[in-house]
């Protein structure tokens, strides 16, 4: 399955809503510290992130420590930035999606250390400010487990 990457994320219950989307999609999450929050289980509980024992979680002290357990995994940097609307690309399972923090995106470091990574797009409006994360990594995540045919989705039959 595809892997969601959060790079150093800051709020909460952004963070929640990527852990509750990846155990509902069956998508690995791997979060890259320093985190602008604790994970211990009043944390978690406080600020909605009560699915992380349903999500296939692992923290990461660098982006590199991660990439590393990713090793056959191609790259994907999701940003404002991207190249290519989200929608104009072919996702495979080999996929690691890599979102910034909510504060400043992906870091300049992160574009030149991997600028022969593809990189996507969200399409918006001009003038405004960038999607909530939450929101962003949904779309993409969705977008992508609907290419790769809903692997391990209940049935449309009711199943849950």
Excluded at 28 to 33: A, D, G, M, N, V
Excluded at 81 to 100: Q, T, V
Aim: charged share 20%; glycine share 8%.
């Amino acid at each position: 399955m595809p892997v969601i990457i959060l790079h150093q994320p800051q709020i909460p219950p952004n963070t929640g809503n990527a852990i509750r989307l990846a155990a509902n999609c069956g998508f690995p999450l791997h979060l890259i510290r320093p985190l602008g929050f604790s994970l211990d289980e009043h944390a978690v509980r406080r600020s909605g992130m009560d699915y992380r024992e349903l999500a296939d979680l692992q923290v990461h002290d660098s982006l590199d420590a991660c990439l590393t357990t990713l090793a056959d995994a191609r790259l994907v940097l999701v940003s404002t930035r991207g190249a290519l609307p989200y929608h104009c690309f072919d996702f495979s399972e080999k996929d690691a999606l890599l979102f910034g923090n909510e504060g400043a995106g992906l870091p300049d470091s992160v574009w030149c250390a991997h600028h022969d990574s593809p990189s996507i797009t969200i399409p918006m409006r001009g003038a405004n400010r960038s999607l909530n994360l939450a929101n962003a990594v949904a779309i993409i995540a969705y977008d992508c487990w609907r290419q790769l045919g809903f692997p391990g989705a209940a049935s449309s039959t009711g199943d849950k």
